[in-house]
C-alpha cells in the first residue's frame, strides 16, 4: 500500500487589501473637519446612541437630494 504524505497543503493568503463593507459596497471614505464641527457631530451620536460614522452618514441622508444611486 502507498503510503500518505503526513504533510499539510499549505494555505495560500489572498493577495491585496480585505473587502471592507458589505460585499465591498460600502467603500471607506474619509475627509477633514474642524474640531468645533467634530464635537458637536460626536454629541450628536451620542445623544442618538450611534456611532460617530452612523451619524455623519445619517445628517448626509437627511440633507442631500434624493436621487438615482
Known amino acids: ?7 499539510k497543503k499549505a494555505i495560500l493568503k489572498k493577495r491585496g487589501r480585505p473587502f ?10 474619509s475627509l477633514r ?13 451620542k445623544k442618538d446612541g450611534v456611532a460617530l460614522s452612523k451619524a455623519i452618514l445619517q445628517v448626509l441622508a437627511e440633507h442631500l437630494p ?3 444611486r
Open 1 to 7: 500500500m502507498a503510503k500518505r504524505s503526513t504533510k
Open 20 to 29: 471592507t463593507g458589505e460585499d465591498n459596497r460600502d467603500p471607506v471614505f
Open 33 to 45: 473637519m474642524p474640531p468645533e464641527i467634530r464635537k458637536r457631530a460626536e454629541a450628536l451620536a
Open 66 to 68: 434624493k436621487g438615482k
